[in-house]
């Protein structure tokens, strides 16, 4: 087998008005699309998230990849690598985030291919299933009113399912508690994460307090500052938070940082934000900077080094979650088959999914149920793409002329002026 042709579309989906600590979501989420075609006609899929400069890095690769057999993943990292090498003026062509998206599209889609060639699923390749169902978290924003679509404010109030989470202003306890009400009667999760950043601390400390009280003890709660806090704002929060937290996800920006807030409060510190890379990893274990890694395919470089980091994480005793943006159902099924085959991925993992359910490209799209997903048993990802809902999200990316995702000129459609401060309280 053969990679014959790759096929790369960018698309748009739409994104509801949700607040975080770099501002507000656009009225849609961008992401990539990429098709591996076979020399025998089969296609391979992968998605990443959407930008100019990782759609531009994937044209300029995707030749150098015709001709190779998805099977030999150590060849094309290898040709992956010599594309990012420093040009004679010492200038990289990619930086790092872009390369490790460009590689996790490719090798996802050759997983895919290779499932297919075999008539496996991806799971099997790498190393079988530690759990047949997946368990996700119900993911809490603070927003505006309305649903995704439609450039500029004042978007679709038209929005339909579950009527808390998609169409209340969530700007306070009250309406933050009916918004996980509504996810979880409609999904059946057993966890929650609030994203917060986006006001006061206290409001936030006061909202997982009510979320608290309205579930009860025996519900998973888990608050996400994206980093914005000071040190002695995280740990005068965390005080309050002992007891009622699963896990206190980055509060403070950097390893030092966050490991001088673990040392105060009693609630394991989880990150996605200071330590993101293989090159923070010593930094991770000389500073005991975080108890869990939010792993994620798409930013770490794939299937394979997510299983690195997972071997990581079982040495030096971390825990393992995983990490989420705004995505489509292959990434869904990308992030379902790679959590089934890691055994030590013991926390519910983090999805956007329920944001965008509805507005997918998948022909059969999975379903959350009881909070989990069912690993699918098809061969590769065990997905099917509808190439009208495929071509129906280009033409909503063409139309809507988004080329890369930027919360702080969103945030100032609606507060003239906003900026983004990395440290805010």
Known sequence: MRIREIHITPVAVPDPPLLNAAGLHAPYALRIIVEMVSDDGLSGWGEIPGSEATLAALKQAADHFIGLDPWALNAIDATLQSLTEPDERGANPWDQRTGVH?????????????GKSVGRPVVDLLGGPARERVPFAAYLFYKYEGAGGELGFGRDKSACGWFAARQEAALDPAGIVAQAQAMVKHYGFKSIKLKGGAFEPQQEIDAILALREAFGPDMPLRLDPNAIWRVETAIGAGKQLEGALEYYEDPVRGQENMAQVARAVDIPLATNMCTTSFADLPGSVAHGSEAIILSDHHFWGGFRASLDLARFCKIFGRGMSMHSNSHLGISLAAMTHLAA??????????????????????????????????VPLGAGLGIEVDRAKLAGLHQQYLKCGLTERDDEVEMQKVQPGWTFQATRW
Do not use: F, R
Request: glycine share 4%.
């Open 102 to 114: 460009v590689k996790s599209a490719i090798e996802v889609a050759c997983y895919d291919l290779m």
């Open 341 to 374: 085959a890691v055994p030590n991925l013991t926390y519910d993992c983090d999805s956007h999914y329920p944001w965008q359910d509805g507005h997918d490209l998948l022909a059969d799209p999975l379903l959350i149920e009881d909070g989990a997903i069912a």
